[in-house]
C-alpha cells in the first residue's frame, strides 16, 4: 500500500506525459545549498555582485571564482534517489520531461534523457565577443580572467568567458522554453519539486500546467506559491518522495496496465 490518494494513483496507472519541474531543493539532498532559505546562497552572497552580465563585466574575476568555488562543490556531490528516481520513470511512462531551473547538470548525472535546462549550466562557457564555447575545466584564463583563445595565433579573440547561465534581467534560452512549455501543456501529470516558486517566467509553467488539465503534486518540505492550488502536497523532501511515486508508479501499472491504444486493424 502506498498510502497515496486513488485519484493520484489512477494518474500514474493511465499517464501517458509526465513533467517534473525541479528547483535548487531538488539538488539539497546532494549537498548543493539552494538559493533561499536557511543556509540558501543569496543570504551569503548578493545576486547584485555575483548573477548579472554588469557585475561580470565590472569584475570578471569575483564571479568567475564564484563560479569555480560553485563547481569545485558539484565536483564532489552526486545524485541521490530522487534524481535517479526520476530517471527510472522514463522506464515506466511513455515520456518523462525534466524541466529544470538547475545548472548542475545533476538529472543528466542521474540518467534523465530529456532535460530541459531554463537556466543554463554550469558546466558550459561561451565568449561574449566570438560565441566561442569552452566546457568543463577547459577554459584558458590568463591573469585570473578567462579568455578567449579563439582565432588564429597573434590575433586570438581575447573576449571575456562566462559561464552558459542565465542571469538576472536575462532572456531564457528560447528553444528550451518553448519545448518545456510544450511538454508542460501535453503533462498528464506534473511534479513541482524543490522550487519556492518566486523567480518568473519559469515559476508560471505549474499554473500553465494546471490549467492544461495536468493533475499536480508538490514535493516541498515547505509551502510555496504552489501549494493552494496543487492536487496534491508531500511535505516531504525530494529523497523520500519521488522513490516513493516510482513504487507506486510501478505497482499501479504492473497491477492494472493502462488499456492499449487501438492499433489498425488489418483485414
Ligand atoms: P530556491 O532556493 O528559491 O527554493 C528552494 C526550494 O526547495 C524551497 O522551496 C525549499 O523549501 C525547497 N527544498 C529544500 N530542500 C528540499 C528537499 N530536500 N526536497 C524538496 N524541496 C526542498 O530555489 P529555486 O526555486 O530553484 O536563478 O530558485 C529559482 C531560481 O532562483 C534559481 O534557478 C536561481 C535563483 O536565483 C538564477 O540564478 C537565474
Redesign the pocket.
Known amino acids: 500500500m502506498s498510502g497515496f490518494p486513488a485519484p493520484f494513483l489512477e494518474v500514474l496507472r493511465r499517464a501517458d506525459e509526465v513533467v517534473a519541474f ?5 539538488s ?2 546532494s549537498g548543493v545549498p ?4 536557511d543556509g ?3 543570504q551569503k552572497f548578493r ?1 547584485e555582485e555575483l ?1 548579472n552580465v554588469g557585475a561580470f563585466l565590472r569584475n570578471p574575476v569575483l564571479v568567475w571564482e564564484w563560479y569555480e568555488h560553485r563547481r569545485t562543490v558539484l565536483a564532489g556531490v552526486s545524485p541521490h534517489p ?1 534524481h535517479r528516481a526520476l530517471a527510472a520513470m522514463e522506464a515506466i511512462f511513455p515520456r518523462v520531461t525534466v524541466v529544470t ?3 548542475d547538470n545533476l538529472h543528466r548525472r542521474a540518467g534523465s534523457t530529456r532535460v530541459l535546462e ?2 543554463g549550466n554550469i558546466e558550459r562557457n561561451y565568449c561574449i565577443r566570438c560565441g566561442a564555447r569552452y566546457d568543463g575545466a577547459d577554459v584558458p584564463v590568463r591573469d585570473r580572467v578567462p579568455s578567449c583563445t579563439a582565432g588564429a595565433a597573434g590575433a586570438a579573440c581575447g573576449g571575456l568567458i562566462r559561464p552558459d ?4 534581467g536575462e532572456p531564457l534560452p528560447e528553444e528550451e522554453w518553448e519545448a518545456g512549455v510544450r511538454a508542460i501543456g501535453r503533462a498528464d501529470l506534473c511534479l513541482l ?7 518568473y517566467p ?2 508560471s509553467l505549474p499554473a500553465l500546467a494546471q490549467r492544461q488539465g495536468a493533475y499536480t503534486v508538490e ?4 509551502p ?1 506559491p504552489f501549494t493552494d492550488s496543487a492536487d496534491l502536497v508531500l511535505r ?4 523520500i ?1 519521488l522513490p516513493a511515486i516510482l513504487d507506486a508508479a510501478r505497482a499501479a501499472r504492473s497491477l492494472h496496465p493502462p488499456s492499449p491504444s487501438p492499433t489498425p486493424h488489418t483485414p
Open positions: 525541479t528547483g535548487a531543493g531538488m539539497a539532498e539552494t538559493f533561499r532559505g540558501g546562497l543569496w545576486p548573477a530522487g531551473q538547475n545548472v531554463l537556466h547561465v542565465v542571469w538576472f519539486v524543490g522550487t519556492s516558486g518566486v523567480v519559469a515559476a514535493i516541498n518540505p515547505e510555496t516531504q523532501p525530494a529523497g518522495a
